[in-house]
């Protein structure tokens, strides 16, 4: 839910978050899930092979809205945490160059707008959402950014990524203050005009009225509508990208 630029790589493609917020008044809903946390082998992040769960996140938006949507329904969060300007999302890209070979690729940006709810009883809940303006995601390479912005993710068109919880894996009661937490969220990623479910895995410390920590996925470009870009010295780019980002947040 400032802009801080970082140079880091040299060609890639996707993006992600926004991740990140238009605000969302009203009601929220307090879906989240109680199982045993899994181990890291047990659990695979990405797009999942589901459909996307649509929930009634405001009280002013009608649930069954979509012929999938699932009603869920709102309560009032009892603590809201807001991500800060030092948050970062970034995408990662293996790709090989003519004359250099084996490349990493990073773009990242600090232009990050999001909100982080939890219930009375101190759990994530669900309808918790981040946006990222992709429009602003930099790497060392200019031309590079500008043919993702122009080409690969359509910016124009399609200028933010959006995440919003559909519910809570893993976690086997609430964040213990000054413990840092593995846990996973499930939701919709919707970017470039496509919406899938997807898990990400989150490593969060909470710590009074601070909440820092990474999160972090993956998705295929096909996944998206992305096509892989071949451009100038770039001759592959796997299809596989990763998506993380740096959380940190402060109680509103």
């Not at 929220?28 to 092979?49: C, F």
């Amino acid at each position: 839910m400032t802009i801080q630029n970082r140079s880091l790589s040299r060609w890639s493609w996707v993006i992600l978050p926004a991740l990140l917020l238009s605000l969302i008044a009203g009601a929220w809903s307090t879906a989240y899930a109680q199982d045993s946390t899994p181990s890291a082998d047990d659990v695979e992040v990405g797009v999942l092979d589901t459909a996307p769960v649509y929930i009634a996140c405001d009280e002013n938006v009608t649930a069954g809205e979509s012929a999938d949507a699932t009603p869920i329904p709102a309560d009032s969060p009892s603590t809201i945490y807001t991500l800060t300007s030092d948050s970062v999302a970034r995408y990662i890209s293996e790709e090989e160059l003519a004359g250099q070979g084996a490349n990493t690729a990073i773009g990242e940006t600090s232009t990050i707008i999001g909100n982080i709810y939890f219930d009375a009883d101190g759990n994530p809940m669900a309808c918790s959402r981040v946006d990222v303006d992709l429009r602003t995601l930099e790497s060392d390479e200019s031309r590079r950014d500008n043919f993702l912005r122009g080409n690969t993710l359509q910016t124009d068109t399609y200028p933010v990524a959006t995440f919003v919880v559909t519910s809570v894996e893993g976690l086997d009661g609430a964040l213990a203050d000054g413990e840092e937490t593995t846990f996973y969220l499930v939701g919709n990623l919707t970017m470039h005009d496509v919406t899938k479910q997807i898990r990400w895995e989150v490593t969060a410390t909470l710590d009074g009225d601070n909440l820092t920590g990474k999160a972090s996925t993956e998705f295929d470009m096909a996944d998206y509508a992305i096509e892989e870009p071949k451009v100038g010295s770039v001759l592959s780019i796997e299809d596989t990208i990763k998506l993380e980002i740096d959380v940190v947040a402060t109680k509103a």
